[in-house]
């Protein structure tokens, strides 16, 4: 599976932005799919992740009521909406597939390149 995110850029905080990342490959329906992001200086941590079917969405608690991970298997897409985003959320945004649910970066196989997130105050 590739992977290659795109849709990040500057956002004002309390406005909205919408990631998407379009992945490659026949797997894709059969893989979960998950939103990492990386901010300067900081570990790469977990933010938002969706089952094999989009039934199954969980969050980090530091972006749950605000964004939302969505997933179109006809089209090989993962979306993140974010909604109300805040300075603290500027980061690199990575897409990534695995076999399983992981809140841990080394739980999936596959790896998009990021799309840079900055939200100014």
């Known amino acids: 599976v590739q992977l290659q995110a795109f849709g990040g850029g500057l956002v004002q905080a309390g406005g909205y932005l919408r990631l998407s990342c379009a992945a490659s490959?026949?797997?894709?329906?059969?893989?979960?799919m998950a939103w990492f992001r990386q901010a300067p200086g900081k570990d790469r941590e977990f933010v938002a992740a969706?089952?094999?079917?989009?039934?199954?969405?969980y969050y980090a608690d530091a972006v749950k009521g605000r964004f939302g991970i969505s997933r179109d298997n006809a089209q090989n897409t993962v979306y993140l909406q974010m909604n109300s985003p805040k300075p603290e959320d500027t980061a690199v945004y990575y897409c990534?597939?695995?076999?399983?649910?992981?809140?841990?970066?080394?739980?999936?196989?596959?790896w998009g390149h990021g799309t840079v997130v900055t939200v100014s105050s």
């Open positions: 990534a597939a695995g076999s399983t649910f992981e809140r841990r970066t080394n739980g999936y196989d596959y």
């Open positions: 490959g026949r797997t894709f329906s059969s893989t979960y």
């Open positions: 969706i089952s094999r079917s989009g039934g199954g969405r």
